[in-house]
């Protein structure tokens, strides 16, 4: 019971949180002098500590992670902010980063934290259908369309310009024998595959360039448009108390600056369903240290990807995990539909 005042009177003020402004703003039904005691067996646990001189106490990430783990309740939205959310998603169009961008952009504004989003993976994705598109004379664009509808463009490089009929020839004989493959045994078994194909000497020289640039044309792991980390606006932090000094900030802007460690950080982070959260020194990345990171799936057809927030530690926890809960279904039955 104290625990949970002392982090809801935090989250709420910024100010470290005395015994009598607790009683006075929650009614705890005990004396101040008990509350005092408590907060003081707290402490010695671990759950909170006093800053500098203060009488008041803060909450620590041990503090953070029991109020997640055993005392919250999670609301669901309020119906004027799922239409509002409802209406960005839906607007944003068909492009899958478009509308990353914007449920990282709306979520970052409804939190005021960080929004983020990475794009389907394409790990154990199966191809669909393939196009090559003739980009110029020396140069193709191969597009993957993934099952699932996630889409995949790769530059072919090609010694000179290949015939029309060269390049419809390759491009059925390609989706007559991946099609319905995963990425990795195309990349595995490519030669193999095509072996024993009859085509004419344009057709073939082509087919040999799959062959030796298999492991790049096809790589499973390789970035897809949508797959890159997305960021929200880091401006909308910019009014709390945390990242008041410059170096505060700095270490905020200093996490957009290298997006696929920050990528790969967060996807370690999602290993299965369900809402992740991580709290300050619960990251490996030292980086993150002071920071809560909220993230969790959503779907597009077999394909998965994340969405979710950064922000201190000192957050609404409530309000954060429901928006990013309803975010994530909102975009699983977007991308769907």
Known sequence: MVLEAVIQAYVQTAEPAGSRALTRRFGLGVS?????????????KGFLFHPHTSAGRVPT???????????????PVETPTAERLHDELHAAGSAIETILRRAAQSLGVLTQELGVALGPRVNGAVLERLELVRVSSGRLLMILTIRGGVARS??????????????????????????GLALEQIRDSLGERLRDVTADAHAGELLNI?????????????????????????????EQPEFAGPESMRRLLALTETPERLAETIRRRNAGPGIAITIGTEHDDPRLGQFTV??????????????????????????VISLVDHTSRLLTTLLNR
């Open 61 to 75: 990430d041990k503090a953070y992670r029991a109020y997640v783990d055993a005392l919250l309740e999670v609301p």
């Open 32 to 44: 101040p002098a008990t509350i005092r005691n408590t907060m003081s067996d707290l402490e010695e």
């Open 210 to 238: 799959f062959v030796e640039e298999a492991e790049h044309l096809f790589d499973p792991a390789a970035a897809i448009s949508g797959e890159r980390v997305v960021l929200g606006q880091a401006s909308v932090l910019a």
């Open 294 to 319: 909220i993230t969790t799936e959503y779907h597009a057809g077999p394909l998965s990807g994340v969405i979710g927030v950064i922000g201190p530690t000192r957050m609404p926890y409530e309000k």
């Open 154 to 179: 790769v530059f072919v490089e090609v010694p000179g310009e290949i015939a029309e009929r060269a390049l419809s020839e390759v491009t059925r004989v390609l989706n007559e024998r991946l099609g």
